[in-house]
């Protein structure tokens, strides 16, 4: 079972990426699925989640407004689309998959499987 994501690079503020989570080895679709984020001397910290089904979506408020969570069941990928990236942005992204959903406290949900992450760095 393994999460790969992809779509990271370098990119100028107000920029934008989108980020892919695919899944190989299992079906992602009964999984809710969150991207965290891990900056260089920072703990880790969530960016947004989605359900299964995709009806349900949260947000961290640093990135409410300027990026969205949504996925594609038939293609086993789940998306993060960034916009108006800002310098405090750059990270490496990390999706995680876990069949709990923990609503407004999803960012401490124990998930299961975690992909290798991918780097965003944002600077001019």
């Known amino acids: 079972l393994q999460l790969v994501e992809s779509g990271g690079g370098l990119v100028q503020p107000g920029g934008s990426l989108r980020l892919s989570c695919a899944a190989s080895?299992?079906?992602?679709?009964?999984?809710?699925i969150a991207w965290f984020r891990q900056a260089p001397g920072k703990e880790r910290e969530g960016v947004a989640c989605i359900s299964k089904s995709g009806g349900s979506t949260k947000y961290a408020e640093p990135v409410k407004g300027r990026f969205t969570i949504s996925r594609d069941n038939a293609k086993n990928t789940v998306y993060l689309q960034m916009n108006s990236l800002k310098t405090e942005d750059t990270a490496v992204y990390y999706c995680a998959a876990d069949q709990r959903w923990g609503g407004n406290v999803w960012h401490r949900v124990p998930y299961d499987y975690w992909g290798q992450g991918t780097q965003v760095t944002v600077s001019s």
């Open positions: 080895g299992f079906t992602l679709n009964v999984y809710n």
